[in-house]
């Protein structure tokens, strides 16, 4: 599926690279060695949060200033595509609903704006929906941002389908900039329970993917890897005959997930590629945009990752991974 995301500069990455651990739990300096990789590599999108990495003492903006100064010592600022997302409520608070008012988008985009040292974002993400708050009212917020040149297009992470079908619905009601995109779970192994399901690995998966078929929404996924389930630690336990427990994303571990394992592993042999790289072509493959996020404080992951970007499967091997 070729790439559609509107109102961007310069045309982002199909890869895009996450972030949650940039600065905190991968130091500044192999942080700035897995960027450095990933940009040599072709990949020029990147996903942060004005809320990484809260949960970690003294970490919350590490992500976004780790970022900014990157980019400001490659200055390389015009050649990256930077999204970030605001509207999250406190880390730790009972209340799991975001913080949609201008007030809270307001602060949130300044002061990531601070951290990123820029003054402006690319793409803008709402990184929880304020169920109870019109989502005229919202619309008409970041359509107001977005006309102050602080951010260039907006997005919807973590939403209900139906949420940001009316959004939409309003927005061109007005005459105003939609969400040009959706960031939700999904992936090969996830299949994308997303915030409305208490199990983010059920096998929820198609109703969201026949959604965007419908809509034509481009999605940037989160958890496109499955968190390492399809790495090279888990080919090898699927090779053993899945003796003992998965090196990693025990969370992803299911009957149904190891089948997709195996059938990834097969369909690498058989293309002379990685689980992985199946795993990500799986979602670039869909009938609509995808750029899946990835995550990794691993130069060589970050390689192989983009070297997936140009991969396509057909149908029937689609069927045949997901079956």
Known sequence: MSAALPGMRIEPSRICLGSAGIGTHISKDDSFAVMDAFFEAGGNFIDTAHIYAAWVEGGWGASERTIGEWIRSRGNRDRVVVGTKGAHSPWGSEDKSGRCSREDLEQHLNESLERLATDYVDLYWLHLD???????????????????????????????????????????????????????????????????????????????RQWHIKTRLPMIPYASQANGYFGAGNVAWAKSGFAGSPERAESF????????????????????????????????????AVYPIIGTGNPDHAREALSAASLLLTEEECSYLFT
Do not use: C
Request: zero cysteines; glycine letters at 6%; a negative charge.
């Open 130 to 208: 304020e169920p109870s708050r019109p989502v005229g009212e919202i619309i008409e917020s970041l359509a107001d941002l977005q006309h102050s040149g602080r951010i260039l297009s907006y997005g919807a992470s973590n939403w209900m389908t139906d949420r940001i079908e009316a959004a939409n619905a309003y927005a061109k009601e007005k005459g105003l900039p939609p969400f040009v995109a959706s960031q939700p779970w999904f992936s090969l192994g996830a299949a994308a329970g997303g915030p409305s399901s208490d199990d983010p690995t059920a096998d929820s998966a198609d109703p969201l």
């Open 253 to 288: 571990d299911s009957p149904a997930n190891r089948q997709r394992l195996l059938r990834a592993i097969d369909l690498a042999g058989r293309k002379n590629l990685t689980a992985n790289q199946i795993a990500l072509a799986y979602l670039l493959s869909q009938p609509f």
